[in-house]
């Protein structure tokens, strides 16, 4: 079995340029947005049962922030 003695320079441990433009990318996410983005989708693909569990939310919700 040979083995060669040159080395990939991505993989001397030090950071790249891509590394760093990917670290920056995972400081920015956005998990809230992506949470919106995604409710919205489902509700464009099934709207019935969106409208549905809507409905049951606010039932809920409207029951125990009642009044008397």
Request: proline share 7%; glycine share 8%; with cysteine.
């Amino acid at each position: 079995m040979h083995t060669s003695s040159s080395r990939n320079p991505q993989a001397t441990g030090r950071p790249t340029e891509t590394a760093a433009a990917s670290a920056e990318q995972y400081d920015q996410l956005k998990p809230v947005d992506d949470l919106v983005e995604y409710v919205s989708t489902y509700a464009q693909q099934n709207p019935g049962t969106a409208a549905l569990w809507c409905f049951g939310i606010g039932f809920i919700v409207g029951w125990k922030l009642k009044p008397w």
